[in-house]
Structure formats: C-alpha cells, structure tokens
C-alpha cells in the first residue's frame, strides 16, 4: 500500500499533487477528422515477421523482454488523494481466486491454503470486533471518571468514578444517594465546606479548571500529532468508502491519538458526543488489520468491504445495536456492499457488542448508558404529538445544518480557523460557565438522555419525577397514574427549557472544531429535552383534563396514559433524524435501545415525518453538506441528475481546444516520456495508434509509467533515454548492438471505458455510480475525443445546481 520501491525523487513533477481528477492536458496540435491518410493496424499487426530476426541472434532478441513478466513493486497502487479503480481491483481478486481454486485441484497443501483464504474474512472479522469492543470500553471507563473528576475524588481510590465509589457505602441516603463519606467534592477538599457561596465558587471555578484543562490538552495532541484525529470522522470514512485515498486518516496514530483525545474531549463537557468517531476508531482498526492479510493489503476494494464492517462494528459498540450498526453501514456509510460483507458486517457488530457486553463499563451489564424499558402502551392518538416531534426535529435539523456550515465555512475562509486553540478554549469556557449553574447541563449528555429517558417509579428522587402522589394507591410501582406536578418538577421544566435553548445553539459552534466531535448524542439530547417536556405536558392536560375528546375512552381519571420518556425518545429519534437523515437505521437503533417492539410505529412516525420536513428545506444530511463543504470527490448515489446534457458537454478538452495529451503505442522514448510526465501533473494517458490517427488503444496510469521505467533502469539492460517504449504486444526487429527498447504492454489497461460524444449525462453519471469509474474516455467514431473524471462530474452536478463548481477540491 505504501509503495516502498517508489521514489517520489524521481521526476520533478510526481510530488506535484497530482490528482486522477486531472488527466487532461491540451496539446499544441488540433484534431483534424478530414484526415484521410491510411490509418495504421491497431497493433502493427503488419509486422508479421516479429519471429524472423533478420540475422538477429537469441542473444539480441532477449534485450527485447516484457519488463513487467514479473510483479513489480508499486504498480497498480494509488497515490494519496486518488480515486481508486473499482472495476481493475475487483478484477484483480477475480484472478486472485480462480488462480486459488485451480491450484486447490492440484495438491492437498493447495486445497488447505484455499480454505485458510476464505477463513480469513471471517478472522479478520472477530479481530476487528474484539478490538473495538475493547477500545470502546476503554473510552466508556475513562469518559465516565474524567467527567465526575471535574466535581470532586474518591478518596478510597482516586480511580474510582462517583457511582462505583458509593456502590459499597452503607451510609448512602434515599434523598441523597449519590452522596457518600467517600466521595468528597473539591470544595470539601480545599474548604471543608459542601455548602454556601464559598463551596459554591470553589466547585464552579474547578470545573471550569478541568473543562479548560482536557480541551486544550485534547486538542493540542490533535494538532501535534494526528490532525486528522479531529471532527467527526464520518464525512471522511464515506469518502474513502466511495474509492477515495486519504493516506494516514486511519493510520495508527490517527487511533491513538483520537482513542485519547476523544475521552478528553467528551469529558470536558463540550457539546459532542463519542459515538460518532467510535466508527472512525473501528475503521482504523479494520484498516490497521487488514495488514495482516495480504488479499486484504493488496486490493483498495477489498479493504473497502472491512472497512464498511467496521463501520458497522463501531455504530454496534456506541449505541448496543448490533443490527442497527449493520444497517447503518448500508444505508448511510458504505458505497460498495455485497451479500457477503452484510453477513460479515453483523458478525463484527455482533463480537464488538459482546466483548463491551463482556467488559461491562457503566456496571448495569448495559451497553449504553441510556437503555430503558417501557411499560405502559402507546394510544393511536398520540400520533399527533410524535408527528409534531417529528416536525420539530425536521426544523432543527435543517437549522443546524445551515447554521453549521456557514460557520465551518467561515472558520475554512478567515484568519479564524488560524487558531484553532483558541477556538477551542473559548467555546469551552463559554460551555462551562453557563453549564455549572444548571444541573441539566452539567451532567454529562449521555446521563442527561438516561434521564430523560426515564419512566418514573416510586422510588425515584428525580426532580423529573416530583409529583404528587396518593399514598393509598394501590396501583404497583410500575404502573402508576398519570399525577399532577409536584413544585421540583416545574423548577426542573424551566431548566429543562433554558438546556434545550442551550443546546441548540452551542451545538453549531461546537460540531467541527479540531477536537474528536460527534454528533448523535448533542442532536438526541435536544430532542430529548423537547420530548420531554412535550411529554409532561401532555401528561398534565391529561390529568387535569381527561374529559376531553382526545383523551375520552383511553385516558380517564388514575389511568396511566402518559409516558414522557417515551416522548423524549421518540424526540431524540427526531432531531437525529432531521440531522442526519437516517430512517430504517435510526428506527432499529431506537428500537434496540428500548428493547420494545410496540414502540416501533412512533418511532417510524417521528423519523420519518423529521426527514420529510428537512428535506423539504434542504436536502443534504450533515455528513454530505460536511463532505461538500470540504470539496471530497465523493459522488453520492442518492442524488438523481435530471439534466439533458450530453458527454461532449463536460468531457475535456472542450471544442475547439487542441486535443487531449495522448501516448503513442510505438515511437516515443524514455525521455519523451519523462517530458511529457515532468510537464503535466495529470494521473493518466489515452495510448493511441498514432497522434495522426487518434484511434485508442489503451489507458495507462502516470505512476506506473515512473515505477515501471526505475525498474526497468535497474533490471533490464540497455535502457537508457533514447531507448524506444513500445505498447504493442509484438514489437519490430531491431538490429544487433542497438539500443534496447523498453516494453510496457502489461501495465496498460486494454479496456477501458468508453463512451461516444453523444452519450447523455444521466447515463455517464449513473455508469460512474454503479461501476466507480475514475475516469472514462470519449470517443468520435472510434477516434479519441476527450476524457470525463468524476471531478468533471461532480463540478458540472454543482454547475447546473447553481453551485460554484470550483468548490469541487479537496482541501
């Protein structure tokens, strides 16, 4: 993968950033179609006497030797910031197993080697799932401890977080059971007082310490040493499993680096979450893996499929959903994904969830924080609030998504993003200073969601959970009546409300910065808080008004009609939704996390319902506007192209240009060619029959072209500047003495794509979709005309969008 045997020292031009986006060239001469000259053989296939040597003796015909008989290190590999070759890799492993299965039959030791090749997709799959269970226990233990570190120490161990330091205190309170002799918090520690305004301003002042603290510690190891480690991760893991390279973004420092700065950064309080680049630390993994199995390291196709498994993988350990992680894989990540990689896909979930099962990091034998288990059934007329939830996330989710963007582009665009340190501190003191005050914020945003979540009992002390109760009731624990508000709970509505506000905003600032950032938990937590008040609110319309038509027949008086947790997850679904625009995924996420298949149709309600209104004020999810901002060549199969254009519309050079830059199969030499390489900075050349005749013949890859000329300078006698290249598969007698040629046939692609001039744009485009080309070339008649690249796509797709189609890079 990384190409040792190639020397970037080699030509001027080849560490110019050449990009597979730029082929084309214009030439000095014009294509003139009234040429009437003979046109030679395709393949000088009138040297019929290539085996009479005219005198030649054996000795002078094996200069004459097809360099590339033998494997050459480095060709056929990719640059960084290249678009690979779907239809060459997945020809490659075709060969690859027809060669295993024709040697099977030959030997008993062949046989075992052809059944070890197809055990190690599977290996490879319990490698992964058992790595990034673990990891992801790793950051669930660190995230939790760190976060309570900022309140206060466990004084029998400094390790302990503030839930397990209690578990064994026999003087724990039912008002108070999260206090206990051994946890001390650092006002107690410094004053010795856990009340008043000195202990008050102590607390708040270390919290604001260790807020400051963990982010800057967080993103100063991004910047020294992973800056691919910050953001998401998704945008990227979607571009590179769409065939683009981006060499070092799931590298081995990129896992560490973001293992570790992903607990910083959640624990210090920031408006993120750690799911989202959980899948971007399954996907190092995979790629880190994939080392160890050479069909894995070899083919750019083959690690695609891995790594869509891991992606699978990573979603199965952030939310405990194995199916929900396979699925989300399938519809919001993968480009390529066959049968086989889905069977795959749901056994490395399925290990990545049993191994967190097996580590067990919040203690509650839960994957997540937030599980929870309903009771009480749902009414077909509460349909209305969860379409108005879904409505809800729809708008936030648009919202978001506009408001992000403009700030990701203003911080690309102006001397902000010059400072991303800054950047980060700030927003971080601005996030703690108004958190401390409001224990909605304070908390950690994935203990705000369980609680939210929550279906009260009689045994919580929540403030969520203050009403007023009847002390005869003999209804069970679980099943209480819908009752009226108790004082606590309308104190915590009011901070509910100023949270939701909170939230909403700090969000847009937050997602993007050059820390690890996830999405999904910020985007649940505003839904949640929604939910859930909407869910109070209807449970208190209900009780004080059960006589009226809506809740007539269903809801009458003692009845337990209204569940507001299951407001706020229907709520969470929404506003997940709305920003990302997952559906089937989102629903079995949601669905794995409750355990309840009654709660499916809300569920699908809301989800469905938020997509339909985001959509309808944008169509972009975040992760594609993210991709766009970012100018990644990713060419996304769900957006239709509806325009009547033809191929001679975009394809380069345009009319009236000089021609394309072109090879010629015989004639040009070793120094011709590095001119031609030291001048151009395009990834490939069209091989035609002659620059007169423009009949193609073939398609060769610039690196390989430098590759295979070193070599050839090193094993093949004879080769110097003036030495003749030949495409042909039989090359012409030479005479004894002379300067041996160089043969590079085998590096050439004899099939390459093609289309005609008056090709329409709505096929080329979908041919580009479904088959991954990086380039196909135009032709007139059989003559070479042009050449289209995906950026050519992508930049006209933007073009008749009204978009500037020079953002089409990647920066």
């Known amino acids: 993968m990384y190409n040792h045997g190639y020397r970037r020292e080699s030509f001027n031009s080849t560490h110019s950033g050449t990009s597979d986006e730029d082929m084309v060239e214009v030439a000095g001469a014009t294509l003139d179609f009234s040429v009437t000259d003979d046109v030679p053989p395709l393949d000088n296939a009138a040297s019929e006497g290539h085996s009479t040597h005219n005198g030649i003796g054996p000795k002078e015909a094996s200069k004459m030797m097809d360099f590339l008989d033998e494997p050459v290190p480095g060709v056929g590999t990719y640059e960084d910031f290249n678009t690979i070759d779907w239809v060459r890799e997945k020809s490659r492993d075709r060969d690859r197993h027809r060669e295993i299965a024709s040697k099977s039959k030959e030997s008993t030791w062949a046989l075992i080697q052809s059944i070890s090749d197809a055990f190690t997709g599977w290996l490879l799959m319990l490698l992964i799932g058992l790595l990034a269970g673990s990891i992801a226990g790793l950051i669930d233990i660190s995230a939790h401890w760190m976060t309570d570190l900022k309140e206060g120490v466990c004084l029998e161990g400094f390790w302990f977080n503030h839930e397990h330091c209690c578990w064994k205190s026999t003087e724990i309170t039912f008002e108070e059971r999260d206090k206990c002799p051994q946890w001390r918090s650092w006002a107690e520690l410094i004053s010795g007082k856990t009340d008043g305004g000195l202990a008050y301003f102590l607390n708040y002042m270390i919290y604001i310490f260790w807020a400051l603290l963990f982010s800057l510690l967080a993103v100063s190891l991004v910047r020294s040493f992973a800056p691919y480690a910050c953001g998401s991760g998704i945008p990227e893991i979607k571009t590179i499993l769409g065939g683009f390279i981006i060499r070092g973004y799931l590298g081995k420092w990129t896992l560490l680096i973001k293992t570790v700065t992903l607990v910083l950064a959640v624990s210090s309080g920031l408006s993120l979450g750690k799911e989202g680049p959980l899948v971007h630390v399954a996907c190092c993994c995979g790629n880190i893996l994939c080392h160890l199995f050479t069909k894995y390291r070899k083919n750019e196709a083959k690690r695609r499929e891995v790594l869509s498994a891991a992606a699978a993988a990573g979603v199965s350990v952030a939310f405990g959903a194995p199916i929900g992680g396979v699925l989300f894989s399938l519809e919001e990540v993968s480009y390529y994904f066959p049968l086989k990689t889905l069977w795959r896909s749901f056994f490395a979930a399925l290990v990545a ?165 996830g999405l999904f938990i910020p985007s649940m937590a505003v839904g949640a808080i929604a939910g859930r008040l909407l869910g109070i609110g209807m449970e208190q319309l209900a009780f004080y008004h059960h006589d009226w038509v809506i809740f007539k027949g269903w809801c009458g008086p003692g009845a337990d009609c209204i569940t507001p947790g299951l407001y706020a997850m229907v709520g969470a679904a929404a506003c997940l939704g709305g920003v990302t625009r997952m559906t089937v995924s989102l629903v079995v996420i949601m669905f794995e996390l409750t355990g309840g298949l009654e709660y499916i149709v809300p569920l699908m309600a809301a989800a469905m319902t938020s997509k339909w209104v985001a959509d309808a004020i944008g169509r972009e999810g975040i992760y594609d506007a993210h991709i766009r901002l970012n100018g990644y060549p990713f060419l996304d199969t769900k957006e239709e192209f509806r325009h009547k254009t033809l191929a001679m519309d975009v394809m380069r050079p345009r009319r009236n240009d000089p021609p394309v830059t072109v090879l010629t199969q015989e004639g040009m030499t070793v120094e011709d060619m590095e001119a031609l390489i030291s001048e151009t900075t395009y990834s490939g050349f069209p091989v035609v029959v002659s620059r007169e005749s423009q009949r193609l013949v073939g398609f060769v890859l610039r690196r390989d072209i430098i590759i295979s000329i070193e070599n050839a300078r090193k094993r093949q006698d004879g080769i110097v500047s003036t030495s003749v290249i030949y495409f042909t598969e039989h090359t012409p007698p030479h005479p004894p003495n002379s300067i041996s040629p160089l043969k590079l046939r085998n590096i050439m692609d004899l099939s390459p794509f093609t289309v005609t001039d008056h090709t329409p744009m709505e096929i080329v485009v979908d041919i580009f979709r479904k088959l991954g080309l990086r380039q196909c070339l135009v032709t007139h008649n059989g003559r070479l005309l042009g050449i289209i690249t995906k950026k050519d796509i992508l930049k006209h797709m933007a073009q008749m969008g009204n978009q500037d189609p020079d953002s089409i890079l990647f920066n």
């Not at 009480?376 to 969860?386: A, D, Q, R, T, V």
Request: with cysteine; aromatic share 14%.
């Open 353 to 517: 969830a049993f191994t967190l099962r097996s580590i067990n990091p919040f203690g509650n034998s839960r994957l997540v924080l937030f599980y929870v288990e309903f009771h009480s059934p749902w009414h077909l007329l509460e349909l209305i609030p969860f379409i108005l939830l879904g409505i809800f996330g729809g708008l936030w989710g648009a919202f978001f998504i506009r408001a992000n963007i403009k700030w990701c582009h203003r911080r690309k665009t102006t001397k902000l993003g010059h400072y991303p340190v800054l950047e980060v501190l700030v927003i971080t003191a601005i996030t703690a200073v108004i958190a401390f005050p409001n224990e909605y914020t304070r908390t950690s945003t994935s203990e705000l969601i369980s609680e939210l979540f929550n279906d009260c009992s009689l045994l919580d002390s929540s403030k969520l959970c203050d009403y007023v109760t009847e002390l005869n009731s003999t209804k069970p624990a679980d099943d209480l009546p819908d009752r009226a508000a108790g004082k606590n709970l309308y104190q915590a509505i009011w901070q509910l409300t100023l949270a939701l506000i909170f939230k909403i905003f700090i969000t847009v600032f937050t997602f993007g910065m050059k820390v690890p950032s």
